[in-house]
């Protein structure tokens, strides 16, 4: 039990750090809109390379406030009917939306870093005229998908010690 416990603490630690420092992506994602902003319209002078690395930011930044967001519960969710449940039950739809979600991003990972590890092995680049590698950015999948998991694991270990603790109704 306090070995759960410890679990997902700790991954509520990493999430929320992760999430903390991603919320500053946004301000770097900004300044590049806004620097291509000044340069297109005041000087006519687009740049070829802002708006696709404010797309590589801004994939920067849900892969790491995603899995924040899950320890929060601030994805969304069928609460009209999930209110009316006892607590008990609740924690059981809980576990079961867990495994639903850990089954999901086991298989994202998986896909993902397929994707990832073949851009990176044929050093694939973007179709754009900048053409930057896409192996950093398509590596944000399974890294995401990873955080994702822990973060759901964490949060169906959380529910089954309520569902342990929880007295018998």
Request: charged residues 10%; aromatic residues 14%.
């Amino acid at each position: 039990m306090a070995a759960l416990k410890t679990f997902v603490a700790l991954v509520a630690a990493l999430n929320t750090a992760l999430g903390k420092a991603a919320s500053f992506v946004i301000i770097v994602f900004m300044l590049f809109l806004s620097y291509e902003v000044v340069l297109r319209y005041f000087f006519n002078s687009p740049t070829i390379w802002a708006h696709e690395l404010s797309g590589f930011c801004f994939a920067l930044y849900l892969a790491l406030t995603g899995p924040w967001v899950l320890l929060q519960k601030g994805h969304v969710s069928v609460d009209i009917i999930y209110t009316r449940y006892s607590a008990r039950t609740q924690q059981v739809a809980d576990i079961f939306t867990s495994l639903i979600t850990i089954f999901f991003f086991v298989v994202l990972l998986y896909i993902g870093g397929k994707s990832a590890l073949h851009a990176i092995t044929t050093k694939q680049v973007s179709y754009s005229v900048w053409a930057p590698p896409l192996g950093p950015v398509r590596a944000m999948i399974p890294v995401a998908a990873f955080l994702f998991l822990l973060q759901a694991l964490a949060n169906l270990c959380e529910s089954i010690l309520q569902l342990k603790e929880a007295p018998p109704q």
